[in-house]
């Protein structure tokens, strides 16, 4: 993980702070999220607390994280501060599970329900989100597990195609636009 999704998944996080307890962060969770950033490179002084805290220790993790927060001027919260989180993460996640470093079907439902719900389903997640319904949907026969892995890795390979197509695309543009200044 680099400091961007580390930083990305903070600012997830903080935005999910503020909801119903029942849909909370879990205080463990929020000591992870500081290991992880830590891991990554980032610096804050609360950062460190949170990235050390026992398990006994866990209750104090919400108020080192609200200090992190501020530490890193995280806050306040924007929404296009939080979408470019969502869609960091939904990367992220994407490339773990064409790694092989993160399950297929945990990835999917991560990215269906931590960002592409979040982002009201763009067209480009829309293959994910399928996929991720569709495994919520009673089924009367076993599931071929390698069908399934299979399915959401393409889909996740052909997500990050086109976000790197994307990427080039507004490169490019912006390319030409410094070149040719009077070019929109």
Request: overall charge negative.
């Amino acid at each position: 993980m680099d400091a961007e999704v580390a930083v990305s998944l903070i600012r997830m996080a903080a935005a999910d702070v503020a909801r119903e307890p029942w849909q909370r962060p879990s205080d463990a969770y929020l000591a992870q999220l500081g290991l992880d950033a830590l891991m990554a490179g980032i610096e804050a002084p609360s950062l460190l607390l949170l990235a050390g805290l026992a398990r006994g220790e866990h209750p104090q993790a919400r108020e080192l994280f609200d200090l992190v927060l501020e530490e890193l001027g995280l806050l306040p919260l924007t929404l296009d501060d939080l979408a470019m989180a969502r869609w960091t993460a939904a990367r992220w996640w994407a490339g773990q599970i064409v790694a092989c470093q993160l399950d297929p079907v945990h990835g999917v439902k991560l990215i269906y329900e931590e960002a592409a719900a979040e982002l009201d389903y763009p067209d480009v997640l829309q293959p994910i989100v399928d996929l991720a319904r569709a495994l919520d949907l009673p089924n009367h026969q076993p599931p071929d597990q390698q069908h399934i892995h299979d399915q959401v890795t393409s889909a996740a390979q052909d997500f990050l195609a086109t976000q790197a197509h994307q990427n080039h695309s507004l490169c490019a543009r912006n390319t030409i636009l410094l070149r040719c200044p009077g070019r929109a």
